[in-house]
């Protein structure tokens, strides 16, 4: 693979971003105007990366997306993300991604690693109007006493310091359980000494407790209180060498490894007798006891800069979940931004598997690939299947429905809507299909291909959200993929089903 455009700020866009005036980007620039909330040079990709390659990454291909974390729950993994999308529909492809614009965090979800359903973004500054941008979330689950389990997601307050939010549910509906930051600069401990409060990475041990690392250009711990949004103790340093930003935990055989993105360094200075890692990889720490700051070990770097894997050279923020008995690495690139005719640094989230042995809680070396992970299980049509669950897509956008983290997916103007999913397993003959939608034109999904045989065309002819049923034209069994492909004007689809 071609190696593409370097950008490496020496200083991240986050942490200069806290420490310049609002009315500036994080570079020093003077934001653009946006009269009337025009959204300048805004477009989408005329040909997905994803749809006739068969790859899995990005994650989504429709949106920007960065600085993954997820959590498991009832047999799926959910992942929350930056909405690197927002600052793009705000400036346009022409300007940075300086951030400053992002007051979102984006949600998806899958059962397969293939197929993604996208649940919609969570309006943070709705939910806490006194936050200036949300970025890099980190969530944890916990069953409490009233016997649900609840949700805790931390993500950055800018570069100033870190939130949080709670729920019942991974989609939500969220809540703000504090009317300011959890930690900041100002906190003792943080004061003084660390640059920034952010990028927070949140873990449950195997004893209930939570702990929370935050910092750019620096490195803190805590513990986290039993309510999971106060501070119990004092707050205490992981000399992490050449730290830059990109904190996560995880809690592994009895141990805390604490994971983060090392800065764009010479490393002629460095402090250990150990390999020098490469430039802005990320690396990993262990410890028996994080409290006691002597104790985090420095093992090696895990992952190396997207630069060194043939994408843009960028920073990098990486996610490690165990998930169906496999280990995946989740993390960003920039790949997306090149089917949208931009190179001003917007994100894209993706996943690889990597190994983990947990017997020595040693991470080897991780790979960045467009191919991904493989499905780990076939898709079932025979329920209901969201037209928001996509392995790819082309010329459709996505607004939500009636529900909280349930979306629909909406043809763009003069454009043939696709929507593709992929491994799903016909176990049984199927005489119908039902689909869910409104609008005035045709759905046709064909085997596949977006121009593969057409397995059923359904007419779509209601200004009202409808089932609609039709007879195939076509019988099959067996494992394949699927095309829905939208012809006409103002097409909702929400839902399908073959019978």
């Keep these: 693979m071609k190696k593409k455009n370097i950008q490496t700020p020496v200083l991240s ?5 806290c420490m310049i005036s609002h009315q500036q980007n994080a570079w020093g620039r003077e934001k653009p105007s946006l009269q009337n909330d025009s959204v300048p040079y805004v477009t ?16 989504l291909d429709f949106m920007f ?12 993994i959910y992942v929350y993300a930056t909405n690197d999308q927002q600052q793009y529909d705000s400036i346009g492809g022409y300007g940075k991604n300086s951030y400053e614009y992002i007051k979102s965090l984006v949600m998806m979800s899958s059962d397969d690693m293939t197929n993604w359903t996208y649940h919609g973004i969570i309006k943070t500054d ?3 109007p006194w ?4 970025w890099a979330p980190s969530i944890a689950k916990r069953e409490e006493a009233d016997g649900k389990t609840h949700f805790y997601l931390y993500f950055s307050n800018s570069g100033g310091g870190t939130a949080v939010l709670t729920s019942t ?14 930690v900041d600069t100002n906190t003792p401990g943080i004061a003084g000494e660390c640059k920034a409060a952010f990028d927070p990475g949140v ?10 690392t935050v910092g750019g250009g620096c490195a803190r711990i805590m513990r986290l209180g039993k309510d999971m949004i106060s501070v119990d103790g004092p707050i205490k340093p992981i000399r992490a060498p050449h730290h830059f930003e990109a904190n996560e935990l995880n809690y592994i055989n009895g141990t805390y490894v604490y994971t983060y993105n090392i800065d764009w360094q010479d490393f002629s200075d460095w402090p250990l007798p150990t390999e020098k890692p490469t430039t802005c990889c990320m690396s990993y720490m262990t410890s028996k006891t994080p409290l006691v700051t002597k104790s985090w070990k420095y093992q090696h770097n895990y992952m190396k800069n997207p630069g060194d894997y043939g994408f843009d050279y960028s920073n990098n923020h990486t996610h490690l979940h165990k998930f169906r008995g496999k280990w995946y690495v989740f993390y960003h690139t920039m790949s997306l931004q090149h089917s949208f005719n931009t190179t001003a640094g917007f994100r894209n989230v993706c996943v690889d598997e990597i190994q983990v042995d947990e017997n020595t809680v040693n991470i080897h070396m991780g790979n960045q690939t467009l191919k991904g992970v493989k499905q780990i299980q076939p898709m079932n049509p025979f329920i209901i299947q969201q037209a928001e669950t996509t392995a790819a ?7 939500n429905g009636k529900s909280i983290g349930d979306m629909y997916a909406v043809t763009v103007p003069n454009k043939t809507g696709i929507i593709a999913v992929r491994g799903v397993e016909f176990n049984k003959v199927p005489s119908s299909l039902e689909i869910k939608a409104s609008g005035n034109g045709i759905i046709e999904v064909r085997r596949d291909r977006p121009d593969g045989e057409v397995i059923a065309s359904i007419k779509v002819g209601t200004p009202q959200m409808k089932l609609i049923e039709s007879q195939l034209q076509k019988n099959m069994t067996g494992t394949m993929d699927l095309c829905f492909v939208l012809k006409g004007n103002n097409i909702t689809f929400d839902e399908w089903k073959f019978k």
């Design 13 to 17: 866009m986050a942490i200069a971003a």
């Design 44 to 59: 989408m990709p005329d040909v997905s990366p994803k749809l006739t390659t068969g790859d899995g990454n990005p994650l």
């Design 65 to 76: 997306t960065a600085d993954p974390t997820a959590v498991e729950y009832n047999g799926r």
């Design 126 to 128: 709705s939910i806490a």
């Design 131 to 134: 936050i200036q941008t949300s």
């Design 169 to 182: 549910s991974p989609i939500g509906p969220w809540s703000s359980p504090l009317n300011h930051s959890l």
């Design 203 to 212: 873990v449950i041990d195997d004893k209930g407790k939570g702990w929370l």
């Design 393 to 399: 897509t082309q010329g459709v956008k996505f607004t």
